[in-house]
């Protein structure tokens, strides 16, 4: 079976939105019209160029080069929060997690350490890391091209949060030991020169569609000769689920917003910044972060709070963002514990950190005011 029709199969959250539009079909109305095509677009551009960069193993390549210099494990564990952090802004929290749980993983074995907090810690740094760029997440994308954001817009508005979630990052090293470290063994894996340097160049094309600095249709045809040229097969492990999902999503809350009560109940909720804000953080604990950005966003003209409430909001419940998902399944098959004490040290932390950022986004949302 293709990958990506596995991904499909075992996507509960496109399972869930898939009822929902056949409920919204029977008793709704639903126009293709309410689908986002420049949004859709984005997505797929991003999607497909992310799954050469996994094919190519740079940033694992980059990651182990760098790891490889620390002398401490306390370093160590910095490092890899850093570029789990970095490195979800640049090719989403997803890749992130899925390069470097395993990275870190071999890592803990080798000198000694419990993997379970930094593991944890890891995953909420790649949700705070990738809401920073408008194409660090699926619903930064969104966001960005519904309420017309350029790339100083969006910075404006990101960075006084991505500031404060490295500050976080930084002061979280210290919740481990700092103890000597032996010469770190990792296998650093080969890279193509020739491929590298072609998706480099293909990607500053690909970044600068998703910048609204070039159009959108240059950034996806960008995308589909690089594995045209690169490695064809790349097509069809594409997670072509999330593009299926905001289709979807665009669907039904096109149809929720020609509901009057619906309408009524969701300006209600949004009237205020405060207001949009939190039911941005709380409506991703229940249905997670993606789908809540693109149905406020129906409702609100208050885009700061929706982004601070989805972003923030993606900390929390293990269904808050589909990366804390991910980062459980990680975890389960690196490690072949299938128990629930890891999902549930993962709520508690983010949780915790839930409650801090909940402060600090009620504090961006004042000092903005």
């Not at 390069?99 to 379970?116: E, G, L, R, S």
């Not at 990101?158 to 090293?173: K, V």
């Not at 340097?197 to 996806?220: M, T």
């Amino acid at each position: 079976m293709p990958v990506f029709i596995s991904k499909i199969i075992n996507d509960r959250t496109l399972w869930i939105t898939s009822f929902l539009l056949v409920l919204m079909l029977v008793f709704g109305s639903v126009k293709i019209q309410d689908i986002d095509f420049q949004t859709i677009s984005a997505l797929l551009s991003l999607m497909i160029l992310i799954g050469l960069f996994e094919k190519e193993d740079l940033l694992k390549y980059i990651a182990i080069i760098i790891i490889k210099k620390c002398q401490t494990t306390r370093q160590v564990q910095l490092t890899v929060f850093l570029l789990v952090f970095f490195g979800a802004m640049l090719l989403t929290n997803d890749v992130a997690i899925l390069t470097f749980i395993p990275i870190f993983i071999v890592i803990a074995q080798k000198i000694n350490i419990k993997p379970v907090l930094p593991i944890i810690l890891l995953t909420i740094f790649a949700n705070l890391g990738s809401s920073i760029t408008p194409f660090g997440n699926p619903q930064n994308i969104f966001l960005a091209n519904y309420y017309h954001l350029n790339a100083g817009a969006f910075f404006k508005m990101s960075l006084p949060l991505g500031i404060i979630s490295l500050i976080s990052l930084l002061l979280s090293s210290y919740l481990f030991k700092s103890e000597p470290l032996d010469d770190l063994t990792l296998t650093i894996p080969n890279i193509r020169i020739k491929q590298t340097i072609l998706l480099l160049i293909g990607s500053v094309i690909v970044l600068a569609g998703l910048l609204h600095l070039v159009p959108i249709s240059i950034s996806l045809l960008t995308s589909i000769i690089l594995t045209i040229v690169i490695d064809y097969k790349n097509f069809v492990t594409v997670d072509y689920g999330i593009i299926i999902l905001f289709m979807e999503l665009f669907l039904i809350v096109g149809g929720l917003s020609r509901v009057p009560i619906i309408v009524s109940l969701f300006k209600k909720l949004t009237m205020t910044e405060i207001g949009a804000f939190t039911s941005g953080v709380g409506l991703s604990q229940v249905i997670s972060n993606v789908p809540a950005a693109v149905l406020l966003s129906a409702f609100t003209d208050h885009m700061y709070a929706v982004y601070l409430g989805v972003s923030i909001g993606g900390l929390g419940t293990i269904i808050a963002s589909l990366a804390n998902l991910l980062a459980w399944r990680q975890y389960q098959q690196q490690t072949d514990h299938q128990s629930l004490a890891f999902p549930l040290k993962l709520m508690v932390v983010n949780l915790c950190f839930l409650v801090i950022f909940v402060l600090v986004g009620v504090g961006l949302l004042m000092i903005g005011d």
